[in-house]
């Protein structure tokens, strides 16, 4: 593990080089004990794969002051249970309708489109970090037989709910945004919702599984075409 | 609630507070003044809440009838401001009655002007903050810049004691702004050439400026680095991709992402960089964690302890 400075008022700690679901739980390890221990003088955490910035208030403490408490709080981070994390599941609606890029996935993988969504939904993904825009939820891993680059050109509209593809990691637009990852469903659940409490279904740390359902379904749970 | 009604919304008006902390776990950024300095000085100088709702006007061309009468003042960039037609002064309290015209024509000097009004405007925050972030689609009346029509509500009311800002005390909004950075994060994966030439060269502000982040060109930097892992980036982190240009990152950036950072700005020098026009240049600066800490403390005790001008 190893600290560096981010700015005048933050510090990010690297936990590893590579991600892994035990190193995820370790940073749900560490957020919880600085939260218990410092949470006075922190703004905001920010946990991402393999490391957690940390930003604090300058006008209750200092550099110094936070770098010692920090080296205490990242003590004792080993005895969580890395399948800890709250269980998700989110329906998705598959299909070439709701999922334009799933026939190049097959394609390049030697699939149908049924594996495709199979092996999508097989996994058990853990969401590793949350950014980009409000509620999109990085989830890993996906299985490396349906791992697709992003697209060379990026659509202009991606819509609300789509569920994608990029490299190894999958996600579900929270609004309608551009983006270049690869679409294989439609999610009805709402990502962000600023006028609920909470304003996500996830958080990072919890464990999501994807489950088929069908278009009437997706339409009955309020899923827009 | 009455208040102000907006006739011209200029180019980049924002209803904002200081900023959205404790929302990045949502990947809300934080948005916020870009010029903390001549934020705290409107609210400063009106005896506001330090946190109290003002509007960062981008560029000017902002115009608003009053319905109320208040107290006001702007702070921020130079630009030809009327009431009712009439000149008037930055930096100082005023008045203005129901029925009053205020103008904020195009920014002359800096970018971004600050208009303060008694008590701050009255907008309910969401996750805790006012701060309009327009692609978020969050804060401010409806998670928009200004349009024309909008109306800002706010209570007003009078201050008795008018009072300025000495013209010494002011921030120079010149077109060199040097940028003191805290070294960090992948510091190590630029090597010294590469560190010398990003703390010894002039830097230009490119078109691609906007609160996100403020894209520079120059000489180019590159590090040893090979694909990272997405992390957190905190505000004024300059960020340098593999075309070697670096980007300061500001308020409304991503909060994670995944380029190699030399580092990060301290906050007084982002406000001055976010004051600058294309075109313009700055310098790297590197200085220690215990400097920075200097400069934030003095700056803190020169703001709270400066005594403003009677008038």
């Known amino acids: 593990m190893k600290i560096e400075i981010a700015g005048q008022n933050a510090f990010i700690v690297y936990f590893a080089d590579q991600t892994s679901a035990a190193i995820s739980a370790r ?23 393999a490391s957690l910035l940390v930003i604090f208030d300058l006008d209750r403490s200092d550099h110094f002051a936070i770098r010692k408490q920090l080296g205490a ?8 249970d890395s399948s800890a994390g709250e269980l998700v599941t989110l329906p998705v609606y598959y299909g070439v309708e709701s999922g334009p890029d799933l026939e190049g996935i097959a394609e390049r993988a030697g699939l149908s489109i049924e594996q495709v969504i199979e092996i999508h939904q097989q996994q058990e993904y853990r969401v590793y970090a949350i950014g980009f825009a409000p509620g999109f939820a990085y989830l890993g891993e996906v299985d490396e037989r349906i791992a ?29 945004s551009p983006g270049g990852w690869n679409l294989i469903g439609l999610c009805p659940t709402r990502m962000f919702d600023p006028d609920r409490t909470p304003s996500m279904p996830v958080k990072v740390g919890d464990r999501i599984r994807f489950e088929g359902i069908s278009r009437d379904e997706f339409l009955a749970q309020g899923g827009e075409l | 609630m009455s208040g102000f009604i907006v006739q011209q919304p200029g180019l980049l008006s924002l209803l904002l507070d200081r900023g959205r902390y404790g929302a990045h776990n949502l990947g809300l950024t934080t948005g916020g003044p870009l010029d903390f300095v001549a934020f705290d000085w409107a609210n400063r100088l009106l005896g506001n809440d330090a946190n109290a709702t003002c509007l960062e006007v981008g560029f000017g061309g902002l115009s608003l009838d009053a319905e109320i009468d208040s107290s006001f003042v702007i702070t921020g960039a130079e630009a ?19 029925g009053d015209r205020l103008e904020i024509g195009f920014a002359t000097k800096g970018t971004r002007a600050y208009l303060a009004v008694r008590g701050g405007f009255d907008i309910a925050p969401s996750f805790g903050s006012t701060a309009t972030v327009v692609r978020e689609k969050i804060g401010g009346l409806h998670g ?26 002011r921030p120079d909004y010149g077109e060199f702004a040097r940028l003191r950075v805290v070294p960090g994060y992948q510091q190590a994966v630029f090597g010294p050439t590469q560190q010398w030439r990003f703390f010894n060269s002039d830097y230009r502000l490119t078109e691609r400026c906007d609160r996100m982040g403020f894209r520079l060109e120059g000489e ?26 670096p980007i300061v990152l500001m308020n409304d950036r991503q909060t994670i992402g995944g380029y190699p950072k030399i580092g990060s700005v301290i906050p007084l020098d982002t406000s001055r960089l976010a004051q600058l026009s294309p075109g313009s240049s700055v310098r790297f600066e590197a200085i220690s964690i215990e400097q920075a800490h200097n400069i934030h403390c003095l700056e803190q005790a020169r703001f709270q302890r400066c005594s403003l001008q009677a008038c």
């Open chain 1, 27 to 49: 940073i749900q390890a560490a957020v919880a004990n600085i939260l218990a221990t410092m949470g006075d003088s922190i703004i905001d955490l920010v946990p991402s794969y």
């Open chain 2, 144 to 169: 928009d810049k200004l349009q024309a029509g909008d109306r800002l509500p706010c209570s007003g009311g009078r201050i008795g004691d008018k009072r300025r800002l000495a013209v010494a005390d």
């Open chain 2, 80 to 98: 030809p401001c009327k009431l009712n037609g009439d000149a008037i002064p930055q930096w100082q309290t005023l008045d203005i009655q129901a």
């Open chain 1, 148 to 176: 697709a680059p992003r697209l060379a050109t990026p659509r202009q509209k991606v819509p609300r709910g789509a569920v994608a593809i990029a490299d190894r990691q999958t996600a579900v637009y929270p609004a309608v």
């Open chain 2, 220 to 245: 180019t930097v590159h590090s040893n680095m090979v694909g990272m892992l997405s992390e957190g980036i905190c505000h004024g982190a300059v960020q340098i991709p593999a075309d070697g240009q």
């Open chain 1, 73 to 80: 709080a990242l003590t004792d981070l080993d005895n969580i």
